[in-house]
């Protein structure tokens, strides 16, 4: 007897006819392979198309970067004279704009503003990010022993230490829209001269290339300037200055190498023993006699008004040793309570004070001088003598403006020694320049996510189509069409 096969409806359609009907159009779809596999290589090079025109949409961007090293504590963030360095400092307004303008960028750019956006700074520490984040995971573990906590710690420290003084700097360029014409040899070029601008601003103004010390200068007094003076004030003044060089030759002998150093100029060689030397002449065979001189005679036409100047010096210093005094003792107070970081101001105030007692020392003495003496001489003797005196005071101007040139000199050679000298601060490592398509690593991911995604589900039809279709059509085939 002949089998019969119910034939499922819904609302009205065969499933089963339907069924055989798509089954057809797919077995003729992929009726063979090499159909198959043209109609995959269509596909995929449809998709790449469409990837590579996605890319290509993207505009053209300008990009550049330079990796240098500075020539500073990298840990504490200081110049080797102790200045505090700020890599924002780089990108200072008047830095770029110095840039802007000499290297003619407004050919390039719409503004300096513009100019301005595009640029940025960093330090380069990968290497330490990844290293704090391994050590703490490691200090994390409860498990560890105090002592492993502490080795952990240590070894920590000396690693970080060893990134921080080894890792570099980046300067770059990024354009925020479609480059007009920039060569790449412009953009390392402006990238090189903001270094070097800042640099040169960073030495001039700041003098990060030598120890922070204020020094004398040659004009700080000059022959007009003194001959303006009446002798006792001029001397007077001749004696500030030369304590004030006393100071900076101190100074420059708390500098590291400053007993090593040999001097070699226009006025000959000298070591530090010899600036020294030359201030000892200066104040114990030019300037004290000169002053005995003064106080011997008692010189001057005016000499109620020598001592009212007198006076009013000592009454002036005095001020002014109560304020030292005071500031000296609440110092004091706070080295006591150890409060005070550090016990350099407190050494200062109190070599402030001591100048301070002598300067008093010295008035006194002027003006019991000035009281005590009244040696009569006649007219062409004083005159002789004032300007005896004045042309000693000359001698010793000349002297000390020659002592202030040696150390000046000395001092350079001191900070370049122990500094370095401007090409040894920044040193670039690395350069790259580049015009590609404004597309990040991300958007690459997405396009090639696409691909492969298109790319699969060809492969799962394909799939799909050999394990359940084939079979299918092929059960259909065998039925009896006439049962259908």
């Not at 890599?87 to 960028?105: E, F, G, H, P, S």
């Not at 708390?254 to 201030?279: H, I, M, Q, R, V």
């Not at 690593?441 to 799939?463: A, D, K, P």
């Amino acid at each position: 007897m002949e089998r019969q096969k119910k034939i499922p409806q819904k609302n009205g359609i065969n499933i089963k006819i339907s069924k055989y009907v798509f089954y057809i159009m797919l077995s003729t779809f992929f009726k063979n392979a090499k159909f198959i596999i043209f109609f995959g290589v269509f596909l995929g090079i449809i998709i790449s198309l469409a990837g590579a025109g996605y890319i290509y949409s993207f505009p053209l961007k300008a990009r550049a970067k330079i990796e240098f090293s500075i020539a500073i504590d990298r840990k504490n963030n200081k110049y080797p004279n102790g200045s505090t360095f700020n890599i924002n400092d780089i990108l200072a307004t008047n830095i770029l704009l110095k840039v802007y303008k000499q290297d003619n960028l407004h050919d390039y750019f719409d503004d300096f503003d513009e100019f301005k956006s595009s640029l940025f700074v960093y330090r380069n520490d990968i290497k330490l990010m990844f290293l704090e984040e391994d050590y703490t995971k490691k200090l994390k573990n409860q498990d560890i022993t105090p002592a492993v906590k502490a080795a952990l710690e240590s070894e920590y420290l000396r690693k970080r230490s060893q990134i921080v003084n080894n890792s570099n700097f980046i300067i770059g360029f990024a354009s925020a829209k479609s480059p007009s014409n920039l060569p790449q040899q412009i953009m390392i070029k402006f990238l090189s001269d903001i270094l070097n601008t800042w640099l040169e601003a960073s030495i001039k103004d700041r003098g990060i290339n030598k120890y922070n010390i204020s020094l004398y200068s040659r004009d700080t007094i000059n022959k007009s300037t003194l001959l303006s003076l009446d002798y006792v004030m001029g001397i007077d003044l001749l004696r500030s200055l030369l304590r004030g060089v006393k100071e900076n030759i101190d100074a420059i002998g708390e500098l590291p190498g400053a007993n090593l150093t040999n001097l070699t100029c226009k006025l000959g060689s000298f070591t530090y023993s010899d600036l020294k030397l030359k201030y000892q002449f200066l104040n114990d065979y030019q300037l004290e006699p000169l002053i005995g001189i003064i106080k011997s005679y008692a010189l001057d036409q005016n000499q109620k008004m020598q001592i009212i100047y007198l006076e009013n010096k000592l009454i002036t210093t005095e001020e002014k040793l109560k304020f030292v005094t005071q500031e000296r003792g609440m110092l004091q107070e706070l080295a006591n309570k150890f409060l005070l970081k550090s016990d350099l101001d407190l050494i200062n105030t109190t070599k402030r004070e001591v100048n301070i007692k002598k300067d008093i020392q010295y008035y006194q003495r002027m003006i019991n001088a000035y009281n005590t003496k009244s040696i009569k001489i006649s007219e062409r003797k004083h005159i002789e003598l004032e300007a005896e005196i004045k042309e000693k005071e000359l001698t010793l101007l000349s002297s000390i403006n020659e002592l202030i040139f040696i150390i000046t000199e000395f001092y350079s050679k001191l900070s370049a020694n122990n500094l370095g000298i401007r090409s040894d601060y920044i040193k670039p490592i690395a350069y790259m320049a580049n015009i590609s398509r404004g597309i990040n690593s991300r958007q690459i991911i997405t396009v090639c996510f696409i691909v492969w995604l298109g790319l699969m589900l060809f492969i799962i039809g394909i799939i799909y189509y050999n394990a359940h279709i084939v079979p299918e059509i092929k059960k259909i085939k065998d039925m009896d069409i006439k049962n259908i």
